[in-house]
T-cell receptor, first 115, second 118 residues
């Protein structure tokens, strides 16, 4: 069964600094996708970044990058140059290709950016 | 270019009443997923549907909850005889493809429906 673990319930970062949000996963499938979503206080789920299990390069999207270490089964999100608007809940998720096709989420990390 | 549409956004029900949450997937999408998010928790998978079929309902509570995705019209998540513990945000998501073509854009979320049971 899939399992997504986010060990940091809450994180604080100073504005303009970088922060890493941890995510580890467990799967027996070889083909899967890893996702990060942001959920601000307004509640909507905002897609941030995606990494495929066969992608050799770490994914990057603007200030977001995904530190993918396949052997360790980790997919940490790095946010560079934090902004006040980055304060939100962040969820790591995984979706297997050939097993169930739904997306499973971690418990989330609440990030607070300090001015 | 409408995204995944959920309604109502907010719903208040008394204990024992029924709650119906609707989800219209993105145009061209035939796969719908429902998730529940309890306060201060992550999203929990409930059910995965295709048109007229329930593919995976392993996350659905055994009683009072049901879901459908008819040939015409939106997907409906129905909760009968609601209790206070059903108070949560219910998210719907949709996708076009089942296998491969994986990218972050393959699954789209609605803005959620917040159910409050009083």
């Amino acid at each position: 069964a899939q399992k997504i673990t986010q060990t940091q319930p809450g994180m604080f970062v100073q504005e303009k600094e970088a922060v890493t949000l941890d995510c580890t996963y467990d799967t027996s499938d070889q083909s899967y996708g890893l996702f990060w979503y942001k959920q601000p206080s307004s509640g909507e789920m905002i897609f941030l970044i995606y990494q495929g299990s066969y992608d050799e390069q770490n994914a990057t999207e603007g200030r977001y990058s995904l530190n993918f270490q396949k052997a360790r089964k980790s997919a940490n999100l790095v946010i560079s140059a934090s902004q006040l608007g980055d304060s939100a809940m962040y969820f790591c998720a995984m979706r297997e290709v050939y097993n169930n096709n739904d997306m499973r989420f971690g418990a989330g990390t609440r990030l607070t950016v300090k001015p | 270019n409408a995204g995944v549409m959920q309604n109502p956004r907010h719903l208040v029900r008394r204990r024992g009443q029924e709650a119906r949450l609707r989800c219209s997937p993105m145009k061209g999408h035939s796969h719908v997923y429902w998730y529940r998010q309890l306060p201060e928790e992550g999203l929990k998978f409930m059910v995965y549907l295709q048109k007229e079929n329930i593919i995976d309902e392993s996350g659905m509570p055994k009683e009072r909850f049901s879901a459908e995705f008819p040939k015409e019209g939106p997907s409906i998540l129905r909760i009968q005889q609601v209790v206070r513990g059903d108070s949560a945000a219910y998210f719907c998501a949709s996708s076009a493809t089942l296998y491969r073509s994986f990218s972050g854009n393959t699954i789209y979320f609605g803005e959620g429906s917040w159910l409050t049971v009083v």
